[in-house]
């Protein structure tokens, strides 16, 4: 009596009205769930690339901070501060290394999807989610997923969101929380600042207004923790503004140049061309957005090891990148985004699954070159329409 009442599953009418269903979902909502599928599958897939354990990792200091938060006298530096996602993740019923790892995917499909949402509006959503996930930070963070790093990214990604929406208390409200996860989100925050002086549109009041807070927050949380639960960073090398910060300590540590035109190329590796090509194609608010985000970055490197400062820029170079290689033909563009992301992947991951750095530099510029080629000698696409 149910099965009649109900259908058959595998009858005719019970297919259609499968159909109907899914026709009836609005075509954006339907793009927004294969975006988060890919991104949650690729997310997924390279954290199972991953080596079990990473070699180094600031995991203790961050556990110590889950399990004892705002203890007087923390004994680690600049981690002390970095509170909110160690007492996030302290409050969820699961095992610390299920925690740790949930928040890495969770945080990275997130990321992906919002980045491609935005980009879908003037190119490929996928192009840009697959060239984001396997770029240098992303797979980095699947390396060593004890770090607040993955939720930054988010934030970004939303900071994104919010720029080309014009959501500028949105911005506000988040960075006033989240500058507890990280001080990068008080650089994050401080981007827009910087952009809105290019907008003539935009209230530039309303675009200060997360730098400020976010800022204020910061400082105001170091100076009473400092003041009144003895905390400090005065032993963290990052803290030696005078004599350079972690850059000094990262060109010393690296004599070669070749070694460091390396570490800089490898957050995005060939992105970093796509993206520059891709800038006068790009509408202005993204241009805009990416002018910000130069002097916020260059402050990054200076005080964190330059690879994992540069993979910030995550949310302007990605979307850059993926217009320009819209231009390009579909095998010519993901030719460039499968080799170029192998080889980004590879020096993130650090895992055996994939072949040496040498081995991938050189279809991964192949590719990339047939990609540039092949954008440079198409028509002029109705995107470029964007850019005006």
């Keep these: 009596m149910g099965n009649q009442l109900s259908g058959d599953a595998g009858s005719p009418s019970h ?10 979902v609005p075509a954006r909502v339907r793009l927004v769930g294969v975006i988060l599928a890919f991104n949650a599958a690729l997310a997924l897939l390279l954290m199972a690339g991953a ?25 680690n530096t600049i981690y002390c501060y970095r509170v909110l996602v160690p007492m996030l993740l302290e409050r969820v019923p699961a095992d610390p290394e299920f925690r740790w790892r949930a928040h890495q995917w969770l945080a990275h499909t997130l990321t992906g999807t919002t980045v491609g949402i935005v980009t879908a509006g003037f190119a490929s959503p996928f192009i840009a989610s697959a060239l984001l996930q396997t770029s240098y930070a992303f797979t980095f963070t699947a390396y060593d997923p004890y770090t607040p790093d993955p939720f930054v990214f988010l934030i970004a990604a939303v900071l994104l969101y919010c720029w080309m929406h014009a ?30 002086f290019l907008n003539r549109e935009r209230s530039k009041a309303a675009w200060f207004l997360p ?14 923790m400092d003041t009144y639960f003895g905390w ?18 990262w060109w010393q540590n690296n004599p070669f140049l070749a070694r460091k035109a390396l570490i800089v190329f490898s957050p995005f590796g060939f992105a970093w061309i796509f993206a520059a090509l891709g800038y006068r194609h790009a509408p202005v608010l993204l241009r805009q957005l990416a002018l910000g985000a130069i002097l916020p970055m260059l402050a990054l490197v200076y005080v964190q090891t330059p690879e994992r400062a540069l993979g910030n820029a995550f949310f302007v170079i990605v979307p850059l990148a993926a217009i320009f290689l819209a231009r390009a033909s579909s095998a010519a563009a993901w030719a460039a985004v499968v080799t170029n992301g192998l080889l980004t992947a590879r020096i993130g991951l650090s895992s055996d699954w994939l072949p040496g750095t040498a081995i991938l530099l050189g279809p991964a510029l192949i590719a990339s070159a047939w990609a540039i080629a092949s954008a440079r000698s198409a028509p002029v696409s109705t995107r470029d329409r964007l850019a005006t």
Excluded: M
């Excluded at 297919?15 to 269903?21: E, N, V």
């Design 51 to 75: 080596p079990e354990q990473p070699k180094l990792s600031d995991r203790a200091e961050y556990d110590f901070n889950s399990r004892t938060p705002l203890q007087a006298f923390c004994p």
């Design 167 to 196: 959501r500028a208390l949105l911005v506000a409200c988040v960075v006033a929380v989240a500058v507890f996860a990280k001080e990068t989100v008080a650089l994050l925050a401080s981007v827009p600042a910087i952009a809105v």
């Design 232 to 249: 400090g960073i005065s032993r963290n090398p990052a803290a030696n503004f005078a004599t350079g910060s972690w850059l000094a300590i």
């Design 211 to 224: 730098a400020v807070i976010a800022w204020s927050i910061l400082l105001g949380f170091h100076w009473y």
């Design 15 to 24: 297919g259609r009205a499968r159909l109907y269903i899914l026709a009836s």
